[in-house]
C-alpha cells in the first residue's frame, strides 16, 4: 500500500487519510491531473533553477520537481499540508517553509536564493493579484515565473490596450515583462472543483528600471485608473502641487490625450508620463 500522498494519489484520498478538509479560505483547491501537473514543471523547467514554489498544497507540482531532483524552496502556510510535505520530501531537493508568502521579507529571499531563481505555483485565488505584485517587486531576484491562475485573471493579466480587461497589473507587466498566455486548465481538473476555470501564464521580467520609476509609475497607473470611465483629464492627482493644469501637461508631454480614457493608453505611454512625472 502507498503512503498517503503519494504522488498518483487522488487528493481526496491523500486529504481523508490525513484527517484534513480543504480549506476555502486559504484557496486550497488541489490540482489531481497529473499531466497538467506535468505540463506546468515542463514549462517551469524550461527556466533555470532554483525554484521557489509558491503554496505547494499536497505537492501536486512539488513532487515532480523533487523526482527530478531539481532544487526547490515550496512556502506553504498551512501547517499541517507544511508538515506532511516536509515529511514525504525529507531527505530530497526540495525545502519546506512553513509561511505566509506576502510576509516573507526581501533578504529572506536574498539568503535562499542568491544568484536568483524562478517563481511557480498554483496560486490561491484570493491573493493572486497580492502575489503577482510582491513578485514584482521582487522581479531581480526571480525575473522568471510560471503561474496559474484563474482563466479571467490571467487574461487580465496578459491584456492589451483597448478593453475592459486591461488594468492596473496589465499596465505594470507590459511595462516591465514580456507575458505569454500558456494553456487553459478546466475546473474539473482540480479537487474540489472551483466555480471558474484557470489558466497558466509565463513571464519573464525585462529591462532594468530604477525603483523611483517603478514607484512613479504605479501612481501615474492608479491615478489614471481610479476612475476608467472617465477622461484621463479628470483623474484624481493629489499627489501634484499643480494638481490638474500639471497633469494635463504630464499627459501631454508623454505624448497621452487628456481626454482619452486609461484603458486606450499603452504600457509604453504609462512609462512615458511616469518619466515625466519623476523626472527620470
Ligand atoms: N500547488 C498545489 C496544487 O497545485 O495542488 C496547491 C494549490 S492550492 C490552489 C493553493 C495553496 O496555497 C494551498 O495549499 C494553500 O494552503 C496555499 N496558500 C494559501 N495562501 C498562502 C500564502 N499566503 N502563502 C503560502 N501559501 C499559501
Not at 514543471?41 to 499536497?58: D, H, K
Not at 499541517?80 to 525545502?95: D, I, N, T
Request: hydrophobic share 45%; net charge positive; charged share 20%.
Amino acid at each position: 500500500m502507498r503512503p498517503p500522498g503519494s504522488p498518483a494519489e487522488h487528493p481526496r484520498r491523500t486529504l481523508a487519510a490525513l484527517g484534513l478538509s480543504p480549506r476555502k479560505s486559504l484557496g486550497q483547491n488541489f490540482l489531481a491531473d497529473r499531466n497538467v501537473a506535468g505540463k506546468i514543471v515542463a514549462l517551469a523547467r524550461t527556466f533555470p533553477p532554483p525554484y521557489l514554489e509558491i503554496g505547494p498544497g499536497l505537492g501536486a507540482l512539488t513532487d515532480l520537481l523533487a523526482e527530478a531532483g531539481a532544487p526547490v524552496v515550496a512556502v506553504e502556510v498551512d501547517r499541517g499540508l507544511a508538515a506532511h510535505l516536509r515529511g514525504r520530501l525529507a531527505g530530497g531537493s526540495v525545502e519546506i517553509v512553513e509561511a505566509d508568502f506576502l510576509k516573507v521579507p526581501a533578504q529572506e529571499w536574498r539568503r535562499r536564493f542568491p544568484a536568483g531563481g524562478t517563481a511557480l505555483g498554483n496560486l490561491p485565488y484570493s491573493i493572486s493579484s497580492p502575489v503577482v505584485l510582491r513578485l514584482i517587486e521582487l522581479r531581480a531576484r526571480f525575473p522568471r515565473a510560471v503561474l496559474m491562475l484563474q482563466r479571467e485573471v490571467v487574461d487580465r493579466l496578459c491584456a492589451g490596450p483597448g478593453g475592459k480587461e486591461y488594468g492596473i497589473l496589465s499596465v505594470y507587466l507590459g511595462v516591465l515583462a514580456e507575458t505569454r498566455r500558456e494553456f487553459v486548465v478546466r475546473r474539473a481538473c482540480f479537487h474540489p472543483a472551483p466555480d471558474v476555470d484557470s489558466a497558466v501564464m509565463s513571464f519573464r521580467f525585462v529591462g532594468e528600471y530604477p525603483e523611483d520609476l517603478v514607484a512613479a509609475l504605479r501612481t501615474v497607473v492608479r491615478a489614471a485608473f481610479a476612475h476608467r470611465r472617465k477622461t484621463l483629464r479628470n483623474a484624481p492627482v493629489p499627489f501634484l502641487q499643480g494638481g490638474s493644469a500639471q497633469w494635463r501637461e504630464l499627459l501631454q508631454a508623454a505624448g497621452i490625450d487628456p481626454a482619452g480614457r486609461a484603458e486606450e493608453v499603452p504600457p509604453a505611454a504609462y512609462l512615458a508620463l511616469a518619466r515625466e512625472f519623476a523626472g527620470i
